[in-house]
């Protein structure tokens, strides 16, 4: 039953956590310590890989406050089939976005594209799964 809200929870700790690649390059770029401190006008430039990652990142959050609901609004309706559909959308959408923050990463273009496609397939049939709930 409670299988959505684990992988929701993966996929949000993942989340969390990956604005520390991109900061790397802040440290190999201005060190440790001035960019733990205030930023600072003048500063370079990310290195491309670091704008992906970045960018990455801000989709990732986009697309969490989109898929995050629609886990909690199934997990919460009367429907073991609901619930096992769920989890396994839910765990579809993970390994979509680890799949997209890499590949953007590394700029790997088209399978980046088919990574965001199946994170966007998993929140369709998670939202047209709900919705048919309704009418059952």
Do not use: C
Not at 34 to 39: D, S
Not at 51 to 68: C, D, M, P, S, W
Not at 78 to 99: C, K, M, W
Request: aromatic share 16%; glycine share 6%.
């Amino acid at each position: 039953m409670y299988e959505g809200l684990y992988w929701l929870t993966l996929t949000a700790l993942f989340t969390s956590f990956i604005w520390a690649v991109y900061v790397l390059n802040r440290f190999a770029a201005v060190g440790i310590f001035e960019t733990l401190g205030n930023p600072k006008a003048g500063w370079p430039a990310l290195a491309e890989w670091a704008q992906r990652a970045k960018a990455a990142h801000t989709n990732a959050i986009e697309n969490l406050i989109v898929f995050a609901p629609m886990v909690l609004v199934a997990t919460i309706l009367p429907s073991d089939n609901l619930h096992q559909t769920v989890g396994y959308l839910a765990e579809i959408y993970f390994f979509a976005r680890v799949a997209h923050f890499i590949t953007y990463t590394l700029g790997i273009a088209y399978v980046r594209t088919l990574a965001f496609l199946t994170g966007v397939y998993a929140q369709i049939a998670l939202a047209v799964s709900i919705l048919m709930s309704f009418t059952a």
